[in-house]
């Protein structure tokens, strides 16, 4: 066969694998591009279409290997997103470590438009690789999630399962037509809905909506159900109540967006209907969207925690729980689409989680549902089974799981157990929160300046190995990654537990007194990072004032019905116990970037102890449980009082300085009352000082520690 001949059949073979995949069909796309590339395997066009059908049809190791001689030729120069798919096949193939070096020179490719979908997807999957790599070894809470066998899945697509109360399964199937005998006699899929009984050995079609309505979804007390039905511009939702349509979805006329997954829940104790669509108004591109059946034509966004850049679809509310459950695209995950839930707080949709394995896979998993009367859930994946090929996850299955035991929660007796779980350690970057102020005391959150914290993981990437070769500056970027994950990441996990823990106490009618320290890297003035210490605390506290809308706010102000009381003791110490290899010079980046220096920016929360709860019990309350003395001169002679108030049983058995250098010049209590005095001569100390006081007694710690911080500056 001539040069030319040959050459005008391969071209052939494209332009029919072209025409395929513009009539959406995948398969039909690969069969045409692999005749190419039995005929010419050489060229780069023929190799990228040939990766993107193997995409297409879930091949993705196969896939990958595609991508990668593509991009190892071009380096994303003629195909821009060789590159990303290279790396989203290697992370749903399981190759994480892999991954996130793709994605690092993705994100290096798209660096000079950090606005771009692709450099803040390359800088997200970075993260979700770690995190996937850690998820794979935990173990799950519930039972393992098992294939839907029998007669349900079939070499189709099953989708979209629900268990009804009596453990009958309702799902949704893109089928084709199929003779007597079970063969195939069309391709023409479409989708039908099912249900089978709870041993999935019988299967009858179910049809309670109108012929070609792409799905349905209906209320508790089934007074209402909502059908998506295809339009010729696109999908809505009819939405009625009874055998009457109350509204439409989208109301608007011409309105061509993608309407879908509708659910029913509850929003402010009013209920919704949930459902999914790429309507403008979004942050990404599709979202989750609500409302309230008696104002359907207001369309609520469910919010910027929830929603991303990318796509959540699939939603479902778990009415016991008052949980979200859906599945996306984007936020940190194991695949494709993995599942997270999010709780409805503070008039708004929060932090979502991973369900993690066995939910979440690195195949796409969706269609999260689930029985409270059965005990049964579904997921919906196209995972591989045992005894299929390993290289593909073509078509959606169902799989079920049974929740059959409660979540093992951490005992808690005493507050000797709830000690258990400190210190937690919380990390900020460098002068967060609210630069360049010396105020003690700010609005924000904790979880405000965590999230801004990671948002510079990129800059800290960069920072942290500017000027490396290739090899070190990969290791460099890891180094900072580790930091995230094993302290930044780990601090925020470890902050959730110890708040619910420490919530269930105060339930209980506990009084609780908890001990936060504070700590900054010397790059300012020292009197500067003790105000800045007391405002890391203060974003703390004002992450426990706001927990849960408010949940603990009757015990932090001291008027809980229960007699239940949070007391914060807060010691600012700024910069006197930093480490000293941490540099000094506000010139030098790595004074911020390093991990040294972010490991100093911290505050923790040390201890928790029983405070007073009745006249029995003996109390000993500081004002405050330190000085700062800011800086003295070594021919200085200083004093400070402790003031105290205590319970008329408290008796204090001694109090010493440990150093000779402090002296304790006079203590007494009357009644209630008292203080300690105490003399500071800096006479033989040098820089930056903690110094500690301790006081002995009957209370029920026995011993507490104040603390007296001052730099010396010469004479």
Not at 227 to 237: M, S
Not at 474 to 487: G, H, P, S
Not at 575 to 581: G, I, M, P, S
């Amino acid at each position: 066969m001539s040069t030319s001949i040959l050459s005008q059949r391969v071209q052939d073979w494209i332009l029919l694998g072209d025409r395929a995949l513009e009539d959406n069909d995948p398969y039909g796309a690969l069969r045409y591009y692999e005749n190419a590339m039995e005929m010419d395997s050489s060229k780069a066009e023929i190799q990228f279409k040939y990766a993107e059908a193997l995409r297409l049809n879930h091949y993705y190791n196969k896939s990958a290997y595609h991508y990668f001689k593509v991009y190892r030729k071009e380096q994303g120069r003629i195909y821009p997103l060789s590159g990303y798919w290279l790396a989203m096949m290697q992370k749903q193939s399981g190759s994480y470590k892999e991954a996130k070096q793709t994605f690092r020179r993705v994100r290096d490719q798209f660096e000079e438009e950090p606005d771009s979908y692709y450099y803040r997807k390359a800088v997200q999957e970075m993260r979700s690789c770690d995190f996937a790599e850690l998820w794979q070894s935990e173990e799950s809470e519930t039972s393992e999630i098992k294939p839907v066998n029998g007669v349900v899945n079939t070499e189709s697509s099953e989708f979209d399962g629900k268990f009804l109360d009596d453990k009958r399964l309702l799902f949704t199937s893109l089928r084709g037509e199929y003779d007597m005998e079970g063969r195939l006699i069309s391709e023409d899929y479409q989708a039908h809905l099912y249900i089978s009984d709870p041993s999935f050995s019988r299967l009858k079609e179910y049809n309670p909506i109108p012929e070609n309505s792409l799905g349905f979804a209906a209320s508790q007390d089934s007074g209402y159900i909502a059908i998506v039905r295809k339009t010729e511009i696109g999908n809505q939702i009819l939405l009625k109540e009874g055998n009457t349509t109350i509204a439409q979805i989208p109301g608007e006329p011409g309105d061509s967006s993608w309407y879908s997954h509708p659910t029913f829940g509850e929003v402010k104790g009013k209920q919704v209907l949930l459902f999914s669509s790429d309507r403008e108004g979004g942050f990404g591109r599709e979202d989750i969207w609500y409302c309230y059946l008696d104002s359907p034509e207001e369309l609520i966004n469910a919010g910027k925690l929830v929603n991303s850049p990318g796509r959540e679809i699939t939603p479902f509310f778990r009415w016991e729980e008052s949980e979200l459950y859906f599945a996306s695209d984007w936020h940190y995950g194991m695949g494709g689409f993995d599942i997270f839930f999010a709780s409805f707080t503070d008039d708004e949709f929060g932090i979502p989680n991973n369900l993690k394995p066995p939910f979440s896979t690195r195949f796409n998993d969706l269609y999260y549902s689930f029985s409270e009367p059965a005990l049964k859930g579904s997921v919906t994946s196209n995972r591989i089974n045992a005894g299929e090929s390993a290289s593909m996850g073509c078509c959606n299955d169902l799989y079920f799981f049974e929740e059959t035991r409660e979540k093992e929660e951490p005992l808690i007796a005493s507050l000797e157990d709830l000690n258990k779980y400190l210190p937690v350690t919380l990390y900020f970057h460098n002068d967060e929160p609210d630069p360049k102020t010396r105020d003690t005391t700010t609005s924000q959150n904790y979880i405000d300046t965590y999230y801004k914290y990671i948002e510079l993981i990129p800059e800290y990437e960069r920072e942290y190995s500017k000027g490396l070769a290739e090899d070190r500056s990969d290791l460099a970027e890891e180094k900072i990654d580790r930091f995230f994950i094993e302290q930044v990441d780990k601090g925020i996990g470890d902050l959730e537990l110890f708040t619910s823990l420490l919530s269930d106490e105060l339930e209980k009618g506990s009084r609780v007194e908890l001990t936060i320290r504070g700590f900054a890297s010397p790059l300012a003035e020292t009197d500067y990072n003790v105000n800045l210490t007391s405002r890391r605390i203060s974003s703390l506290i004002n992450y426990l004032r706001e927990y849960k809308g408010g949940q603990l706010l009757p015990f932090l102000e001291n008027r809980a019905d229960n007699g239940g009381f949070l007391r914060v003791i807060r010691i600012p110490f700024g910069e006197y116990v930093a480490n000293k290899v941490v540099s000094d010079n506000p010139n030098e980046s790595n004074a911020i970037y390093s991990i040294g220096a972010a490991l100093e920016r911290k505050i923790e929360l040390v201890s928790v102890q029983q405070s007073a709860k009745d006249s029995a019990l003996v109390q000993l309350n500081f004002d405050t449980e330190i000085a700062n003395m800011g800086s003295v001169l070594s021919t200085d002679t200083l004093e400070y009082k402790f003031n105290f108030t205590a319970s008329e049983n408290c008796e204090i058995d001694s109090v010493y300085a440990e150093s000779p250098r402090i002296e304790i010049a006079e203590y007494f209590k009357v009644e209630n009352n008292g203080f300690i005095k105490v003399k500071i001569i800096p006479s033989g100390f040098n820089g930056k000082q903690r110094q500690r006081i301790f006081v002995i007694g009957n209370f029920p710690e026995r011993k507490k520690e104040l603390n007296i911080t001052f730099e010396v500056n010469g004479q």
